[in-house]
């Protein structure tokens, strides 16, 4: 009777592989990602990839070495389990870098965690904090899986976006500076559900560095409704005008108590296949994200932690000198951020020129006419990008996927560049642009 009972059940049961509810319900909504879908159409139409960003060609020479040392090392150690928090080689290294800039001395073991990359220390900082029904306030455009993170973990994201001055827009070349938060609004977004507000400076992928005083409105809004900022700053040492220094916003007044500081060693030493990053902040808040950490990666890569630890010991030896790489990065890319920015405004299209970051936004809108446009389906930045890369062979991406669907609209003139690319890369992608004017 009971196995007639489960055969009759079974046979009205929908096949597993056929269901449509297997997702958590906490992702349903989040399974499109960009970057799976223009590296993949990159890829299969063998496209000059400016679009993502990663550099391509060899980082510096000295982090090579240091790989094939480890390699060779006699300590057997460098390939197992290290310690889970960071490697204390590592968190060492940073501890000695990092002080001098943060303007205190940073505790290695219990104000630093090491994790995959930038991406599991957002994860971490968005899990360790939000409750469900928690607001976190975020600044579009944003890095995209801001968004996701903050609804997975049953946080509500509330978004306000930087604007271009009105005046600007109509300009054939403007700057990422331009580009401000109305400061009513912002204000208007804290209330008593505020946990987070993630800030991301020098901005991708717009290139803001957000100033001193926009960052000290942030700061007093803040400590005005006791909410925690997540800084992230990966894009660190990369900035082309003396007058737009990057700050940190852990070293305003008293801000090192609220502030969860991200960085990335992908970004740190122009070598993203590390995955990276860290977590600097005071232990109170640090706690939270390592208990999250400890919970789903656990530990990093031994060998990988190593060879970064070897690479902050040798540019700490050269820390005030224009050789070391976090001062000479920025005129590395000086040349090739201007290169493309003449083209782009050669060929019509309207560049935002970034004081930070590898990445250049350009208005496409009088090159591509009425041909592309927004529908219910897709915006037309996606459309257009999806022509340059099938029918052009050039990768780029689409603004609009730094926004949620509330502001999209504002940047779907916009394409996104990345200009942190060899200088044959560099050359074919300016050639198609060139040969795109033409047509």
């Known amino acids: 009777m009971a196995t007639s009972s489960i055969e009759e059940s079974s046979k009205t049961k929908t096949p597993i592989a056929k269901r449509d509810d297997l997702l958590a319900k906490r992702f349903v909504g989040l399974e499109k990602n960009i970057w799976i879908e223009f590296s993949a159409l990159a890829v299969e139409h063998k496209a000059v990839n400016v679009g993502q960003g990663f ?75 939000l409750n469900p029904g928690d607001e976190a306030i975020l600044i579009e455009p944003f890095f995209d899986c801001y968004e996701p993170m903050v609804r997975s973990a049953g946080g509500i994201p509330r978004c306000i976006a930087l604007k271009p001055k009105p005046e600007t827009t109509k300009a054939d070349i403007s700057s990422s500076a331009d580009w401000v938060l109305d400061k009513n609004e912002l204000e208007s977004m804290f209330n008593s559900r505020t946990r987070l507000i993630i800030v991301n400076t020098p901005n991708n992928p717009i290139g803001k560095v957000f100033t001193r005083e926009e960052l000290e ?18 894009y660190e040492w ?52 390592q208990i999250v950490h400890q919970d789903c990666v656990y530990t990093c890569p031994t060998l990988s932690q190593e060879v970064v630890a070897r690479c902050f010991e040798y540019e ?55 041909k592309f446009q927004s529908d219910i389906h897709d915006m037309k930045d996606f459309k257009f990008v999806r022509y340059l890369t099938k029918e052009k062979q050039l990768a780029t991406i689409p603004a609009t996927g730094f926004y949620t669907s509330e502001h999209r609209h504002l940047a779907d003139n916009y394409i996104r560049f990345c200009f942190a690319k060899k200088d044959e890369t560099l050359d074919k992608a300016i050639e198609i642009l060139r040969k795109l004017k033409k047509n």
């Not at 090392?73 to 943060?102: K, P």
């Not at 090491?114 to 900082?125: I, R």
């Not at 070391?324 to 000086?334: A, R």
């Open 55 to 129: 550099i391509d060609y060899e980082p510096p020479q000295y982090l090579i070495n240091f790989y094939k040392e480890a390699l060779n090392d006699n300590n057997i150690l460098l390939h197992q389990y290290t310690r889970g928090f960071g490697h204390r080689r590592l968190v060492e290294a940073i501890s000695n870098v990092y002080s001098s800039y943060f303007d205190r001395k940073i505790d290695p073991l219990n104000q630093i965690l090491v994790t995959g990359g930038a991406y599991p220390s957002l994860f971490n900082s968005f899990h360790g904090f």
């Open 217 to 234: 409105h942030i700061a007093s809004l803040c400590q005005k409704h006791d909410v925690i900022c997540i800084s992230d700053e990966v």
């Open 238 to 289: 990369i900035t082309y005008d003396e007058n737009k220094k990057h700050i940190r916003m852990a070293t305003l007044p008293n801000m090192w108590e609220r502030t969860l500081t991200i960085g990335s060693a992908g970004k740190t030493f122009s070598s993203t296949g590390l995955k990276l990053g860290w977590t600097i902040g005071p232990e109170h808040l640090l706690r939270s994200c």
């Open 316 to 370: 700490l030896k050269r820390l005030n000198s224009p050789e070391c790489y976090f001062n000479s990065i920025s005129s590395e890319f000086l040349g090739k951020r201007d290169k493309l920015v003449e083209v782009l405004k050669e060929c019509g299209m309207k560049p935002v020129v970034p004081d930070g970051g590898y990445f250049v936004l350009a208005d496409f809108s009088q090159i591509a006419g009425d």
